[in-house]
């Protein structure tokens, strides 16, 4: 895929062109601080959180910068899934295919987040002991 091909798909990316500050607006507006919080458990989103304080931060941080992208992308805009190898990729990085709309913010609530959190733990936990198990 040669580079004009892959600028032309990444424009149909949500976050091109999009700044920090507004997406954090966006999801804040949607979803408030504490389902943030919850959600992706950064201090900047628990501990007198601020747009502007989280936006510094975020700006430093390309760890909690990508989790907040994925967090747009994913369940924000409810893009599909990428495959691993763009997955890999920064968020900011990433192509979908063109016509391809954002849907309706996934509708989240503190209770579904940690319910999720907590089902994704113990399936890791599972997938740990078998691992540990078949080496014996």
């Not at 600028?7 to 943030?36: A, R, T």
Request: proline share 6%; glycine share 2%.
């Amino acid at each position: 895929m040669s580079d004009q091909e892959r600028i032309e798909l990444q424009q149909n990316n949500p976050l091109h062109g999009l700044k920090m500050e507004d997406m954090l607006k966006q999801l804040v507006d949607h979803y408030g601080w504490v389902i943030l919080d919850t959600a992706m458990r950064m201090n900047c989103f628990h501990t007198n959180p601020s747009i502007a304080s989280s936006v510094k931060y975020l700006k430093k941080t390309e760890w909690a910068r990508e989790r907040v992208e994925n967090f747009y992308l994913y369940r924000f805009k409810r893009m599909p899934k990428s495959s691993d190898v763009e997955y890999s990729m920064p968020p900011r990085s990433r192509t979908f295919p063109h016509g391809l709309k954002p849907r309706e913010p996934m509708e989240l609530t503190v209770e579904s987040i940690l319910q999720s959190q907590a089902k994704a733990a113990s399936a890791h936990k599972e997938r740990a002991s078998k691992r540990r198990f078949n080496r014996r």
